[in-house]
C-alpha cells in the first residue's frame, strides 16, 4: 500500500482532472463556462486555496494553485463534486463525470 500524499502549507500545486472515458463533457459553451467559474468560485469559498491559473479543456481541466492551508485535498473534492453535479443537470445524465484514477497534483 501506498504512502497517503503529503499536502504543505503554503505549496504550488498543479492539478489535472479528466472526464470519465475521455468524454467531451466540459466542451465549451456559455452554460459549461458559467457553470465551472460558479462552481470553482464556490470551491474557493468552501476551502482556502488560492488558484493562479485555469485551463478547462473538452475532457479534463487543469489548476495551479497555492495551498495555504493544507486543504487541497477538500478544496478537490467540493470543486469536483458541483461540477459534476452541473455537468449531469445541463446534459440530462447521471452517470458518472471524472475518470476513475485519481486526479493528478503534483507539486511545483
Not at 41 to 58: I, N
Not at 74 to 87: A, D, E, G, H, P
Amino acid at each position: 500500500m501506498t504512502m497517503p500524499k503529503q499536502y504543505l502549507p503554503g505549496a504550488f500545486y498543479l492539478v489535472t482532472r479528466r472526464c470519465s472515458q475521455r468524454q467531451f463533457l466540459l466542451r465549451p459553451s456559455k452554460l459549461i463556462n458559467q457553470a465551472f467559474k460558479y462552481c470553482l468560485a464556490g470551491a474557493m469559498e468552501h476551502a482556502p486555496v488560492e488558484v493562479y491559473a485555469v485551463c478547462v479543456l473538452s475532457n479534463h481541466y487543469h489548476l495551479v494553485v497555492r495551498d495555504p492551508k493544507a486543504q487541497l485535498p477538500k478544496f478537490m473534492n467540493y470543486l469536483n463534486m458541483l461540477v459534476s453535479k452541473c455537468v449531469n443537470a445541463s446534459l440530462w445524465r447521471s452517470e458518472n463525470v471524472w475518470a476513475s484514477e485519481p486526479p493528478s497534483t503534483s507539486a511545483l
